[in-house]
C-alpha cells in the first residue's frame, strides 16, 4: 500500500478527532475519501481513519455507515469503530488492516494463494448478499488481502444498496424488449465507425452504473433497470481472471462503449446476441476484432500466463463467474461449495 505525507490541508479536515487520534501518514485516496493510518490515543492501537469528501451526498454517507453497521466486524467485511461528524466533514474510524499490494500478490501467487485470496472475498461477499445487499463495487482496491496471515477484508461501502426485487422482471431474463442498446453523447454514435452501435430517436435509457470501469457487469454496461448481486459476482470472475493471466488491469477501456466491444472480444458475436437477447437488447456490430465464437478462457490465461496453475475445476468457476447471463451466473454461497475450494477446506479442517 502506498504512503504518503499529511499535509497541513490534510490535518485542517480531520483536526476535530484529534488528539484522541494521531494521524500518521496517508495510505489511500479516491473519489469520496480520505484515508489515514493513525493511532489511536486510549488504546495505543492503529486505526484507518476515512475522512469523506465534503461533496458526498449526505444520504450516501448515511447508507454507508448503516452497512457497516449491518455487515461489518464479521465475514471478513470490515467493521466501524466509531463516527465522527464536525458540520460538513465526516470521519468514519475503523481498524487498520495491512493488506498487501495486489500487483505484488499476482505477480507470484500460486495456486494455493489464489484459492485462499477468493474463498476471504466469496466468504464477505456471500454475507453482504445474504442481507440483501449489493456492493456495486468490487474490485481488488476495495478487498485488502494480508498475504502472511491469509486474511481479507472488504471494505467501501459507498455505492452499496439493498437489492430490490420486481416480481418477474429478470427471474427469466431481461425487461421487454426495447431495441438496440442506446448510447449517446458518444463520438462513436457521430461518426459511425466500422464498428458502432444501432441508435434510435427514442429517449436514451437510464439504470444504475455503480462500479468501476472494467469490473461491470454486462446487465450494468447494457442499462438494465434491474440489477442483483450477480453483479459483485462477475466483478469477482474479473478479479479471479485478472490473477491468472496477472493482467492488471484486464479490461481496460475509457467509458461502456469501450467496456461491451472489449468483453465481445473474447466472449464473439454469438454469445453477446444471446445476452442482449436476454437482457431485452439487441446486439449489431462489425468490428473486425470481434470473432463469432468465443475465445475460451483457457486460450486467454495460457497465452497472457503460460506457468499458471488453474485445473479444470478453477476454469468451471471462471466460466460460471463470468456468464453474460445473470440468472446463470454463479452465486457466492454455490462457490464456496464448489469443488475448487475442495482442498483449502479440507486443509482448514485438519489444522
Given at each position: 500500500?502506498?504512503?504518503?505525507?499529511?499535509?497541513?490541508?490534510?490535518?485542517?479536515?480531520?483536526?476535530?478527532?484529534?488528539?484522541?487520534?494521531?494521524?500518521?501518514?496517508?495510505?489511500?485516496?479516491?473519489?469520496?475519501?480520505?484515508?489515514?493510518?493513525?493511532?489511536?490515543?486510549?488504546?495505543?492501537?492503529?486505526?484507518?481513519?476515512?475522512?469523506?469528501?465534503?461533496?458526498?451526498?449526505?444520504?450516501?454517507?448515511?447508507?454507508?455507515?448503516?452497512?457497516?453497521?449491518?455487515?461489518?466486524?464479521?465475514?471478513?467485511?470490515?467493521?466501524?469503530?466509531?463516527?465522527?461528524?464536525?458540520?460538513?466533514?465526516?470521519?468514519?474510524?475503523?481498524?487498520?488492516?495491512?493488506?498487501?499490494?495486489?500487483?505484488?500478490?499476482?505477480?507470484?501467487?500460486?495456486?494455493?494463494?489464489?484459492?485462499?485470496?477468493?474463498?476471504?472475498?466469496?466468504?464477505?461477499?456471500?454475507?453482504?448478499?445474504?442481507?440483501?445487499?449489493?456492493?456495486?463495487?468490487?474490485?481488488?482496491?476495495?478487498?485488502?488481502?494480508?498475504?502472511?496471515?491469509?486474511?481479507?477484508?472488504?471494505?467501501?461501502?459507498?455505492?452499496?444498496?439493498?437489492?430490490?426485487?420486481?416480481?418477474?422482471?429478470?427471474?427469466?431474463?431481461?425487461?421487454?424488449?426495447?431495441?438496440?442498446?442506446?448510447?449517446?453523447?458518444?463520438?462513436?454514435?457521430?461518426?459511425?465507425?466500422?464498428?458502432?452501435?444501432?441508435?434510435?430517436?427514442?429517449?436514451?435509457?437510464?439504470?444504475?452504473?455503480?462500479?468501476?470501469?472494467?469490473?461491470?457487469?454486462?446487465?450494468?454496461?447494457?442499462?438494465?433497470?434491474?440489477?442483483?448481486?450477480?453483479?459483485?459476482?462477475?466483478?469477482?470472475?474479473?478479479?479471479?481472471?485478472?490473477?491468472?493471466?496477472?493482467?492488471?488491469?484486464?479490461?481496460?477501456?475509457?467509458?461502456?462503449?469501450?467496456?461491451?466491444?472489449?468483453?465481445?472480444?473474447?466472449?464473439?458475436?454469438?454469445?453477446?446476441?444471446?445476452?442482449?437477447?436476454?437482457?431485452?437488447?439487441v446486439w449489431r456490430s462489425n468490428i473486425d476484432s470481434i470473432p463469432e465464437e468465443r475465445i475460451p478462457f483457457e486460450t486467454i490465461v495460457e497465452s497472457l500466463n503460460p506457468w499458471a496453475e488453474v485445473g479444470s475445476d478453477g476454469y468451471d468457476l471462471l466460466y460460471r463467474m463470468l456468464d453474460l447471463c445473470s440468472s446463470s451466473r454463479i452465486t457466492a454461497s454455490d462457490a464456496l461449495s464448489h469443488p475448487f475450494f475442495d482442498d483449502l477446506k479440507t486443509h482448514e479442517n485438519c489444522a
Amino acid at each position: 500500500m502506498e504512503e504518503e505525507k499529511i499535509l497541513e490541508s490534510d490535518l485542517r479536515h480531520i483536526s476535530f478527532v484529534m488528539p484522541k487520534y494521531t494521524p500518521i501518514e496517508k495510505i489511500g485516496e479516491g473519489s469520496f475519501s480520505v484515508v489515514y493510518k493513525a493511532l489511536d490515543a486510549e488504546s495505543g492501537r492503529y486505526v484507518a481513519l476515512k475522512a469523506i469528501t465534503r461533496t458526498s451526498s449526505p444520504a450516501r454517507v448515511l447508507d454507508e455507515m448503516m452497512f457497516l453497521k449491518t455487515l461489518g466486524g464479521r465475514k471478513n467485511c470490515m467493521g466501524l469503530l466509531g463516527c465522527f461528524r464536525n458540520e460538513d466533514q465526516v470521519v468514519a474510524v475503523f481498524p487498520y488492516f495491512e493488506p498487501i499490494d495486489f500487483r505484488e500478490f499476482i505477480s507470484n501467487a500460486n495456486l494455493a494463494d489464489i484459492k485462499r485470496y477468493l474463498h476471504n472475498l466469496l466468504i464477505a461477499i456471500e454475507h453482504v448478499h445474504s442481507n440483501g445487499i449489493m456492493h456495486r463495487d468490487l474490485k481488488p482496491g476495495n478487498f485488502l488481502y494480508n498475504k502472511e496471515s491469509g486474511r481479507g477484508m472488504l471494505i467501501d461501502f459507498g455505492l452499496a444498496q439493498y437489492e430490490e426485487y420486481s416480481e418477474g422482471q429478470h427471474a427469466e431474463g431481461g425487461a421487454k424488449p426495447a431495441g438496440p442498446l442506446l448510447f449517446f453523447n458518444s463520438v462513436v454514435s457521430k461518426t459511425k465507425p466500422p464498428g458502432y452501435y444501432e441508435r434510435d430517436g427514442r429517449p436514451p435509457m437510464k439504470a444504475p452504473r455503480a462500479g468501476t470501469r472494467g469490473f461491470r457487469a454486462p446487465e450494468v454496461l447494457f442499462r438494465c433497470q434491474r440489477q442483483t448481486g450477480a453483479i459483485d459476482m462477475w466483478s469477482v470472475g474479473v478479479i479471479f481472471l485478472t490473477i491468472l493471466t496477472t493482467q492488471y488491469p484486464f479490461f481496460y477501456s475509457s467509458d461502456d462503449i469501450d467496456s461491451i466491444v472489449e468483453i465481445a472480444t473474447i466472449f464473439g458475436h454469438a454469445e453477446m446476441r444471446k445476452a442482449a437477447k436476454f437482457y431485452g437488447r439487441v446486439w449489431r456490430s462489425n468490428i473486425d476484432s470481434i470473432p463469432e465464437e468465443r475465445i475460451p478462457f483457457e486460450t486467454i490465461v495460457e497465452s497472457l500466463n503460460p506457468w499458471a496453475e488453474v485445473g479444470s475445476d478453477g476454469y468451471d468457476l471462471l466460466y460460471r463467474m463470468l456468464d453474460l447471463c445473470s440468472s446463470s451466473r454463479i452465486t457466492a454461497s454455490d462457490a464456496l461449495s464448489h469443488p475448487f475450494f475442495d482442498d483449502l477446506k479440507t486443509h482448514e479442517n485438519c489444522a
